[in-house]
């Protein structure tokens, strides 16, 4: 795809197929997030990447709003330094939306679906993906093809319209 048609393509999957997705496909969304701008480039990010089944399964009970985790070929768990104040908070927040983003566009380039989920068990996060006390797992992304209609640029979206969103010059 042209990067404009992967943006358009972009949608929220909760519905997997089967199909496993390639190492290398794997390893390029990771990248992408891996070069996403971070304020003074802190990089406030380490991705643990799960494919097993089992353990996608139990990952899914970390947030009520997760169970599409469990049918994901994989996910990418997003897991963040344990902020020290709220300006920290708040930049490390918009960085790992960032790096969010340029992996969903970069899955959706390949043609493969993912959708974010929060998180609410920090205990059960940290006893299934063991990351250290200093870090906190920040959200979830499930990738793999979707299981309805192959990614294709959306025409309608559930959006505000541009005109209500753009301001030009002034408010
Ligand atoms: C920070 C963030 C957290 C989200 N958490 C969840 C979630 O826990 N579960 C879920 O099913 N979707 C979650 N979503 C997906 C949004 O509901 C979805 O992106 C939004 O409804 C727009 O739909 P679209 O992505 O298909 O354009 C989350 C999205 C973002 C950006």
Known sequence: MQTWDAVRARRNVRDFSDRAIPDADLDRILDAGRRAPSARNTQPWDFVVV???ERL?????VWR???HI???????AIVAPVPTDDRQAGLNQFDL??????MAVTAAD???GSGHAAVGDQQLAQS???FPNTHFLA???ALGYPADQPLKPLTQMDRRSFGDVVHRDHW
């Open 51 to 53: 494919t097993d089944r």
């Open 57 to 61: 399964i139990a990952l899914s009970h």
């Open 65 to 67: 709003g997760a169970g």
């Open 70 to 76: 469990a049918r994901s070929a994989a996910t990418i």
């Open 97 to 102: 939306g960032q790096a969010s983003m340029v």
């Open 110 to 112: 390949l043609g493969i």
């Open 128 to 130: 299934l993906l063991g």
């Open 139 to 141: 959200y979830l992304l």
